[in-house]
């Protein structure tokens, strides 16, 4: 075997963790060419691979579905546990738990989060988790053929013609609700919105979630589908142009402080909202929700960062968690001492 | 009159929530601190205030455990149900009466003291509410007369029952005297039942097991607990949260621990698995209802094979059944927990003092054979008071299995995630987060081979179930063999397990007397080890004694030895109390009697 | 060269979401319009589309219907799976294949039959997605002119299959026209296989076990089906709601079902439960991770005594196993769903016909015993395409059980919901909205007494117990009794259940051709019947044919039969295929032979 | 045995489905003595008694807890099905769709409701199920004896001083969120409001979720919680004054306009909401969301009907079911002819 010297234009590809786009890819996708998730995929590569995220410190979640298939086809370098249906919350928060320097990743769908796994994914939002949490939203349950699952709007219309009249689940209402401090919403097909959102989601401190249309070319791209990539298309609203500067780029960005927004995130990254037509403040709860409760009434889809609360304290903040990751701790650290043993005795007898 | 020295039964019936917990467990106390071997069980209903609750003593110096049925002394404090508490009565039993109930005596054939329990209390306090709780300690100082109970034991016991609160000390130590002195001056003594010092209990313990079970998974190193609150299991997850809390720090004062009571019991085991995956000792707790919740995640856990300890802490019934009541009724359903062809390796402590060993031990299996270990005790032992010897500090480092780190990873050079390179069935693992480029893997509950890695191929996935069975087979050799106690010919073995071995134990001697000879083997986990089957083959007929309706551990052992289904006989229990021996030795010496003829 | 006449299988390698399903059926149906016996399976990936997926079709006119596992004429459509499939035939296989794979023959040993199938699709179209489409049509027609199918059939079978779609119908003949073309003028034929036209399938069907299964809900009465999608069983929901919403509407054409998509397993189980307690008929549909999460209302169903149906599908695996491929994993699992001692009435259809009736059957016993019935089938049954006689109309009409109206009331004058008045174990019930004012129960899952109301005393929760083993045991003579098929000589049995039927079928042909004589009981319910513990009595060694690893029928019989445990043994298959004759014959003959030395 | 003919004092007392209120009373409580369930327990029975509604024509349910034995403690004469813990909304669902004549109600705990059974109440209100869906919040598991449940508050403490900082779970804001038509909130303690809200809700076309704060005397009666009697009688803002006239009510009550809204329901009864200091408005989804949110940040709690809108589709037509409750379809309604299998049979040909 001979070794190849590195090509200058290779290394220009390396990140600061000295890895080039490669390194995060995972195994070859099994989806339906087209699917929105494989373009979710993507976009999760690029973040991490331009933030230069080491992928051996990353932990990838995921329940059941199409959608949850999909942590296999992104940082191969990464350990992952593709759980049971509705389920990943749980088995993300051990995990995480367990091991606090473990960046986490949790893929699910709208099925398994919406629907089986809902108490969970509440549930999470509450002891806010520190993780990215991304649910691919297609409206449907696409892995068992396309049945309406608990985010389909009302007056959607199935593939064989069957009308939706339930009230659709709105997780990110939910989310912001239930005291999720990072609340975004996006679309498969917008990586210019996407990425920095999922960078920006990496230097949350707490669970981050995002919401992503995500169409199922399969069974929910027909006419009548409110997933659809069309209908979109035509009713996806930018609440603002996003930009993400992350806490090791030397050069500070300009940008018009007039027009632009800039939040700070605690590792020293931010995030730039320019405004685009509306205007919007993602910090305020009350109005979140209801622009939320509004757009959903008027058929819009409103994109972007939705709430943004960097206060609120993660679980392991609340347990007053060690620093050390409690699987590094020895028996030493662990098993009390034979005085100790002798000490409980004592009040036993 | 004869005297019944160090052997008689006392049942306090009272009301929830009217504070007689506290007395009842100072007469435990005094007992015990005399020397005398005893233990106490609350039959408790399933509510919070208001409805009828026993407790029982049982005084046995030669050490007897398991529930008697029959009660010597009965303290009827309870106005619902004096009548009923009367009539389980035997001829001759003592009942000591509060006066204050409407009940009058009836019953000629028993020794009967009234007492005017509530107008003594009267004496002491007249602030109502602790009237009604200082009621109760009048009758501990009645007793303390009749039975010649050490006022110096009787002191102590409430010294430490109301440690530090220095006033409640000094008002029951009067409701105590006022009880002393009724019975000196206003009651003779007219039956048998006394207390004379022993030593027998010196160094020994009071303990619950589900306060045992949570000093396992301390001292066992468990850094993440997740669970769900559900009688009669929260004790013990309640009991490590105060343990860990106190023992469980770093030098910052930051906790070494994670508790997380977790929405529901899917979630509980869940959040354990995801802590076994990511490398902790991960814990949760439950009872019926949430071992049947755990049961999709179980398979996954088989199947992916993470590590993770479920404490099963039985109460009586299908469904809802008797959240108050014991039983043994899930061993059968753990042992093969989740749809498809799954198993698990499952501990059945019988005593506190294996409550606190297994409950230990429980985190090495986990770690060693990479999957879940059920830890089944039920509610007899888990929130019943036993006396044991004091627990012994560990001698054995934890066995975390066969982990690989960066470092091995470089040594090796390659790295399967599922692969059986010992011939044992047990794979190597590597943690989420080791930096070598070699050791990431993906885990899932869908097929997989050697490498982890997605197949729906029918040898790969044959290959897989095999090694898996593999793995069990191994375990079989490395789980706690069964105690054997022998006393045989060779005709007759007996067989149990978990709290059923005490009323064994007792049986053991009482068939003995009625000249039925028998061994006994005490099983004390699945997968079933060889020696079980050793003891099957070496009996005629082999009694398996248990406390459910179906069988259920007879049901595994005809499984799992068929040579010799036919020689095994169920003796069954399943009306929600603790067992008790004459119920074995009536069963098995009428089996017997059906042998012989 | 010798002709092998109406006796081969055909396995067509393709690529899911490539449109090979029609073809695959439309050759299906043209030898079944042959009037020659055969069936169809299908091996379709964990997958919406992309990846291989292999249709085999078995011709066999002496009517064995198992899964052969020898191809004999493989069409190889697929560039990614090629080369195994091609290293899978036998010497002496046909092969046939599109040369616009990159595939090149290396094999000297087969006949083989190069076809540019997609050029001569392009034929036809030169749309696309269209020609994709259409080139599985080509191979059919190369199939009918070297197997000889009749061209008229054939068109009949295109015509079924495009129903309604002129433009579909001529495309498809177009291209299959193609295949004949190409066959006729480049091809020679050098192979064996060859259909003859026989009289052996006039007035049967082909038909899926999970439509079969819903046409028995439907003609069962089922009016309240809860599910939630979970492959291999949506199908059976989704027929049902294919089914009622064509012939169920009251005379306003409004709907005499309900139809609810529950957001799990667990929701859809305890709408079943509410629905069957306040008097419909309903059922759930599911597979073995839904199982899991039904396990804690299974136990209340059978403890308050509340009817429901639930269609377990079963597929391979522990965990999520191997979603697509089949298992009969769950069996030993759903006999005692739940923790505590349940268990459950369980029907084992093997054919498609007993889908049918056991789907109604299902209903009545659930009524009658008032407890929920399981029907356990698998992917095989549910999803592949089996020939069968018509379903007959059914003769017998509904069986709602013990149900008392107000009117039943008023000439009883009292009642009690859980009371033995019979004898047999069934208690009486009301159902909710009931006016007469004796009617109101409450249904609890935790301990009650005759009345129904709450209790926790000892005897009444025992009685409640052994009253329902009662019932069960009543149960045993009224569930569907094996079928006895008798070969023997009193010296082997075999028993299965489900669809290992039609291997064990072939099977027993092909032991006795080896000189090994068996009686063959084919087990249809649980609980076991009496008529299983003759079968046993009455052979020396007994084998249990299953597909699952550990068993798990035969430690159901052990449990149940020990005086007879040691002769069983297991012939075990759980690779996730369907279960093949030659599987079972090698390991019994394989065993007969270790007996005999 | 001899025959006391009824006293007219009686007599008066017969409402109009001819029955005293005894009738609706059921088996005795074995709650705590003071425990809030008791008191709701109470006013279910004045409710059913006052307006008439025939006991046999109800179908109760409840999940596990101490608030879920209570429906044993009401209406004895009604058919009842206490289930599994958190999933009564399912059993209810399933029975009365079998049955859409059954009135149905539910009764659920916090921890029922909120904790473990989350997910199937939020199902339960995106299909409206015509039921009365109470649950009994006493921000604890009573019957596990106080341990904290999802309802708690921020800032609540526990009997042993433990503190909570969890985001509490609104069950009223969820409800509103997913399509429940009919929405309150109210005291064990007021039962001047409580049964008016109780009547309304029978007459509702579809779910009506009512959530009471109920306070455990037992476990979370102490100062520091914020669901004891104390908290909620210095914290409780009524929203308005409440009145119900049923719809066979002859002379129609007199009130102000200029102070009192009249809210018609389905049934022809209506409701009155007399307003009290503040303004608030029913029927608008976001002004009702946005001042749960803004009462939850300033501590305060709401009281009275949150929301209503009669116009929402119930599952039973959503289903487009047939009139008659399924239940008394005989087998000539279900069972389709014999030419009908023949002509199903012929497609499989
Ligand atoms: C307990 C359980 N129930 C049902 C299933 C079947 N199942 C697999 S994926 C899926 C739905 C997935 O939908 P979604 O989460 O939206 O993912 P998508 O495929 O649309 O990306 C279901 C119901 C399962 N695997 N486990
Ligand atoms: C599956 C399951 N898990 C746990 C329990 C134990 N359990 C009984 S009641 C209860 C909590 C009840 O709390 P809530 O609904 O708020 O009712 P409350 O007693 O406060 O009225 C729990 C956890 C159970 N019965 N079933
Ligand atoms: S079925 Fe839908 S969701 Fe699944 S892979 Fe195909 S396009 Fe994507
Ligand atoms: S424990 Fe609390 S909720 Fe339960 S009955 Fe007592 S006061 Fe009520
Ligand atoms: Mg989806
Ligand atoms: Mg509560």
């Given at each position: 075997?001979?070794?190849?010297?590195?090509?200058?234009?290779?290394?220009?590809?390396?990140?600061?963790?000295?890895?080039?786009?490669?390194?995060?890819?995972?195994s070859?996708?099994?989806?339906?060419?087209?699917?929105?998730?494989?373009?979710?995929?993507?976009?999760?590569?690029?973040?991490?691979?331009?933030?230069?995220?080491?992928?051996?410190?990353?932990?990838?979640?995921?329940?059941?579905?199409?959608?949850?298939?999909?942590?296999?086809?992104?940082?191969?370098?990464?350990?992952g546990?593709?759980?049971?249906?509705?389920?990943?919350?749980?088995?993300?928060?051990?995990?995480?738990?367990?091991?606090?320097?473990?960046?986490?990743?949790?893929?699910?769908?709208?099925?398994?989060?919406?629907?089986?796994?809902?108490?969970?994914?509440?549930?999470?939002?509450?002891r806010n988790?520190?993780?990215l949490?991304?649910v691919?939203?297609?409206?449907?349950?696409g892995?068992?053929?396309?049945?309406?699952?608990?985010?389909a709007?009302?007056?959607?219309?199935?593939?064989g013609?069957?009308?939706?009249?339930?009230?659709?689940?709105?997780?990110?209402?939910?989310?912001i609700?239930?005291?999720?401090?990072?609340?975004a919403?996006?679309?498969?097909?917008?990586?210019?919105?996407?990425?920095?959102?999922?960078?920006?989601?990496?230097?949350?401190?707490?669970?981050?979630?995002?919401?992503?249309?995500?169409?199922?070319?399969?069974?929910?791209?027909?006419?009548?589908s409110?997933?659809s990539?069309?209908?979109?298309?035509?009713?996806d609203?930018?609440?603002?142009?996003?930009?993400?500067?992350?806490?090791?780029?030397?050069?500070?960005?300009?940008?018009?402080?007039g027009?632009?927004?800039?939040v700070?995130?605690?590792?020293?990254?931010?995030?730039?909202?320019?405004?685009?037509?509306?205007?919007?403040?993602?910090?305020?709860?009350?109005?979140?929700l209801?622009?939320?409760?509004?757009?959903?009434?008027?058929?819009?889809?409103?994109?972007?960062?939705?709430?943004?609360?960097?206060?609120?304290?993660?679980?392991?903040?609340?347990?007053?968690?060690?620093?050390?990751?409690?699987?590094?701790l020895?028996?030493?650290?662990l098993?009390?001492?034979?005085?100790?043993?002798?000490?409980?005795?004592?009040?036993?007898? | 009159?004869?005297?019944?020295?160090n052997?008689?039964?006392?049942?306090?019936?009272?009301v929830?929530?009217?504070?007689?917990?506290?007395?009842?467990?100072?007469?435990?106390?005094?007992?015990?601190?005399?020397?005398?071997?005893?233990?106490?069980?609350?039959l408790?209903?399933?509510?919070?205030?208001?409805?009828?609750?026993?407790?029982?003593?049982?005084?046995?110096?030669?050490g007897?455990?398991?529930?008697?049925?029959?009660?010597?002394?009965?303290?009827?404090?309870?106005?619902?149900?004096?009548?009923?508490?009367?009539?389980?009565l035997?001829?001759?039993?003592?009942?000591?009466?509060?006066?204050?109930?409407?009940?009058?005596?009836?019953?000629?054939d028993?020794?009967?003291?009234?007492?005017?329990?509530?107008?003594?209390?009267?004496?002491?306090?007249?602030?109502?509410?602790?009237?009604?709780?200082?009621?109760?300690?009048?009758?501990v100082?009645?007793?303390?007369?009749?039975?010649?109970?050490?006022?110096?034991?009787?002191?102590?016991?409430?010294?430490k029952?109301?440690?530090?609160?220095?006033?409640?000390?000094?008002?029951?130590?009067?409701?105590?005297?006022?009880?002393?002195a009724?019975?000196?001056?206003?009651?003779?003594?007219?039956?048998?039942?006394?207390?004379?010092?022993r030593?027998?209990?010196?160094g020994?313990?009071?303990?619950?097991?589900?306060?045992?079970?949570?000093l396992?998974?301390?001292?066992?190193?468990?850094?993440?607990c997740?669970?769900?609150?559900?009688?009669?299991?929260?004790?013990?997850?309640?009991?490590?949260?105060?343990?860990a809390?106190?023992?469980?720090?770093?030098?910052?004062?930051?906790?070494?621990?994670?508790?997380?009571?977790?929405?529901?019991?899917?979630a509980?085991?869940?959040?354990?698995?995801?802590?076994?995956?990511?490398?902790?000792?991960?814990?949760?707790?439950?009872?019926?209802?949430?071992?049947?919740?755990?049961?999709?995640?179980?398979?996954?856990?088989?199947?992916?094979?993470?590590?993770?300890?479920?404490?099963?802490?039985?109460?009586?019934?299908?469904?809802?059944?008797?959240?108050?009541?014991?039983?043994?009724?899930?061993?059968?359903?753990?042992?093969?927990?989740s749809?498809?062809?799954?198993?698990?390796?499952?501990?059945?402590?019988?005593?506190?003092?294996?409550?606190?060993?297994?409950?230990?031990?429980?985190?090495?299996?986990?770690?060693?054979?990479?999957?879940?270990?059920?830890?089944?005790?039920?509610?007899?032992?888990?929130?019943?008071?036993?006396?044991?010897?004091?627990?012994?500090?560990?001698?054995?480092?934890?066995?975390?299995?066969?982990?690989?780190s960066?470092?091995?990873?470089?040594?090796?050079?390659?790295?399967?995630?599922?692969?059986?390179?010992?011939?044992?069935g047990?794979?190597?693992?590597?943690?989420p987060?080791?930096?070598?480029?070699?050791?990431?893997?993906?885990?899932?509950?869908?097929?997989?081979?050697?490498?982890?890695q997605?197949?729906?191929?029918?040898?790969?996935?044959?290959?897989?179930?095999?090694?898996?069975?593999?793995?069990?087979?191994?375990?079989?050799s490395?789980?706690?063999a069964p105690?054997?106690?022998?006393?045989?010919?060779?005709e007759?073995?007996?067989?149990?397990?978990?709290?059923?071995?005490?009323?064994v134990?007792?049986?053991?001697?009482?068939l003995?007397?009625?000249?039925?000879k028998?061994?006994?083997?005490?099983?004390?986990?699945?997968?079933?080890?060889?020696?079980v089957?050793?003891?099957?083959?070496?009996?005629?007929?082999?009694?398996?004694?248990?406390?459910?309706q179906?069988?259920?551990?007879?049901a595994?052992?005809?499984?799992?030895?068929?040579?010799?289904?036919?020689?095994?006989?169920?003796?069954l229990?399943?009306?929600?109390?603790?067992?008790?021996?004459?119920?074995?030795?009536?069963?098995?010496?009428?089996?017997?009697?059906?042998?012989?003829?």
């Open positions: 075997m001979t070794t190849t010297p590195v090509a200058e234009a290779t290394k220009a590809n390396l990140n600061r963790a000295g890895l080039d786009k490669a390194a995060y890819k995972g070859k996708s099994t989806l339906c060419a087209g699917c929105g998730h494989d373009a979710i995929t993507n976009h999760i590569i690029t973040a991490f691979y331009e933030l230069g995220v080491e992928p051996q410190s990353v932990a990838k979640f995921s329940g059941i579905g199409c959608s949850s298939k999909t942590p296999a086809y992104f940082l191969s370098r990464s350990c546990f593709n759980s049971v249906h509705g389920r990943m919350p749980a088995v993300a928060t051990g995990a995480l738990t367990a091991n606090r320097q473990l960046i986490g990743v949790g893929v699910s769908g709208d099925g398994d989060s919406a629907s089986i796994g809902l108490n969970h994914m509440c549930q999470i939002f509450r988790v520190r993780m949490y991304i691919e939203n297609n409206g449907v349950y892995l068992t053929k396309g049945q309406f699952s608990a985010t709007d009302v007056g959607s219309r199935q593939k013609g069957a009308l939706n009249d339930y009230e659709p689940i709105d997780t990110c209402a939910l989310a609700e239930l005291g999720c401090g990072y609340v919403r996006s679309f498969s097909g917008d990586g210019k919105q996407l990425v920095p959102l999922l960078k920006g989601a990496l230097s949350h401190n707490g669970l981050a979630f995002i919401d992503v249309i995500s169409p199922c070319v399969t069974f929910n791209n027909h006419d009548g409110t997933k990539y069309d209908f979109v298309k035509e009713h609203i930018r609440l603002h142009e996003l930009g993400f500067v992350p806490h090791y780029e030397e050069v500070s960005v300009e940008y018009d402080e027009t632009t927004t800039r700070d995130l605690p590792d020293g990254s931010y995030l730039t909202l320019k405004k685009l037509e509306r205007t919007y403040d993602p910090f305020d709860k009350r109005s979140a209801s622009t939320l409760a509004a757009s959903r009434a008027s058929n819009e889809l409103l994109t972007g960062l939705l709430f943004l609360d960097e206060n609120r304290p993660t679980l392991d903040q609340r347990m007053k968690l060690t620093e050390r990751p409690l699987i590094e020895t028996e030493a650290d098993r009390p001492g034979r005085a100790v043993l002798e000490e409980i005795m004592e009040t036993y007898r | 009159m004869d005297t019944t020295l052997n008689f039964t006392i049942q306090v019936a009272t929830n929530g009217s504070g007689s917990q506290s007395a009842n467990l100072v007469l435990l106390r005094s007992i015990f601190n005399m020397g005398i071997p005893c233990n106490g069980k609350n408790f209903p399933s509510n919070i205030a208001g409805l009828p609750t026993w407790f029982t003593i049982r005084v046995d110096e030669r007897y455990a398991c529930r008697r049925k029959d009660v010597d002394i009965c303290v009827a404090m309870n106005e619902n149900t004096i009548d009923a508490d009367v009539n389980e035997a001829p001759g039993s003592v009942l000591i009466y509060n006066e204050a109930l409407s009940y009058r005596p009836r019953r000629e028993l020794v009967v003291y009234p007492c005017p329990f509530t107008a003594l209390a009267g004496k002491v306090t007249t602030e109502p509410k602790l009237k009604k709780l200082l009621t109760n300690m009048v009758y100082g009645l007793l303390q007369e009749l039975l010649g109970l050490d006022p110096v034991a009787v002191e102590q016991a409430v010294q029952q109301f440690a530090r609160k220095a006033k409640a000390v000094s008002l029951n130590l009067g409701a105590l005297k006022e009880g002393v009724f019975a000196r001056e206003k009651l003779t003594k007219r039956d048998a039942f006394k207390v004379e010092r030593d027998l209990t010196a020994k313990i009071l303990i619950e097991g589900n306060a045992a079970s949570a396992g998974a301390l001292f066992g190193g468990c850094t993440v997740a669970w769900y609150p559900i009688t009669p299991s929260s004790s013990l997850p309640e009991a490590f949260i105060d343990l809390g106190k023992h469980r720090h770093d030098k910052d004062g930051k906790a070494t621990y994670a508790v997380i009571q977790a929405e529901d019991e899917i509980s085991l869940g959040m354990v698995l995801g802590a076994g995956w990511a490398g902790a000792r991960a814990m949760t707790s439950t009872s019926g209802p949430g071992i049947s919740l755990m049961t999709e995640f179980a398979g996954l856990a088989y199947f992916t094979e993470t590590p993770g300890v479920v404490f099963d802490v039985q109460r009586a019934g299908p469904s809802t059944g008797l959240p108050t009541r014991t039983a043994q009724g899930d061993i059968l359903k753990v042992a093969c927990l749809h498809g062809d799954t198993q698990h390796i499952v501990l059945m402590p019988a005593s506190v003092e294996e409550c606190f060993t297994f409950g230990m031990e429980a985190f090495d299996l986990a770690d060693r054979f990479q999957t879940p270990v059920f830890v089944l005790t039920d509610l007899d032992l888990g929130m019943n008071v036993w006396m044991s010897d004091p627990f012994r500090y560990p001698e054995k480092p934890f066995d975390r299995g066969k982990v690989l960066a470092s091995d990873l470089e040594r090796i050079g390659k790295f399967e995630r599922y692969r059986d390179v010992d011939g044992d047990i794979p190597y693992r590597t943690l987060g080791n930096p070598h480029p070699l050791a990431s893997w993906f885990a899932r509950g869908s097929g997989h081979n050697e490498a982890a997605y197949t729906e191929k029918p040898a790969e996935y044959k290959r897989k179930l095999e090694r898996l069975a593999r793995k069990f087979e191994t375990a079989k490395r789980v706690p105690i054997v106690k022998n006393g045989g010919d060779g007759v073995g007996l067989l149990a397990y978990g709290t059923s071995h005490w009323a134990l007792e049986s053991c001697d009482q003995a007397a009625l000249g039925v028998a061994d006994y083997a005490r099983l004390r986990a699945l997968p079933l080890p060889d020696a089957e050793q003891f099957l083959a070496s009996h005629r007929r082999v009694y398996v004694v248990e406390q459910n179906s069988g259920q551990m007879m595994l052992l005809r499984m799992h030895f068929p040579a010799h289904a036919g020689k095994l006989r169920s003796i229990h399943y009306d929600g109390m603790p067992l008790d021996a004459a119920t074995v030795t009536e069963q098995i010496a009428a089996c017997e009697k059906e042998s012989a003829n």
